[in-house]
């Protein structure tokens, strides 16, 4: 049973940046990524990786998030620059098909 555990969520200004990292128990040889869940909407896809490298990113966080994976140390990052307000929400990793970690909460103040 594959388990994944977030951290480096918190609150951050306008601007500023934040890396999140995400740690895999078990096997990791999956795609994985990232989603959040802005305040009262939907979860959504932020970025995904695959075992090879191939990455896929949402068109808002292009150019200002970076998503990377060690696959030694089983754990995927998600840097993410020029922070803006509407970058709030819960953030989520995941791995495919349906393991999902239990969340870590970016505030981004204007």
């Known amino acids: 049973q594959v388990q994944l555990v977030e951290s480096g969520g918190g609150l951050v200004q306008a601007g500023e940046s934040l890396r999140l990292s995400c740690a895999a128990s078990?096997?990791?040889?999956?795609?994985m990524g990232w989603y959040r869940q802005p305040p009262g909407k939907q979860r959504e896809l932020v970025a995904t990786i695959t075992n090879g490298g191939v990455t896929n990113y949402a068109s808002s966080v292009k150019d200002r998030f970076t998503i990377t994976r060690d696959n030694v140390k089983n754990t995927v990052y998600l840097q993410m620059n020029s922070l803006k307000p509407e970058d709030t929400g819960v953030y989520y990793c995941w791995r495919a098909v349906a393991v999902w970690g239990q969340g870590t909460q970016v505030t981004v103040s204007s």
């Open positions: 078990g096997s990791s040889i999956r795609t």
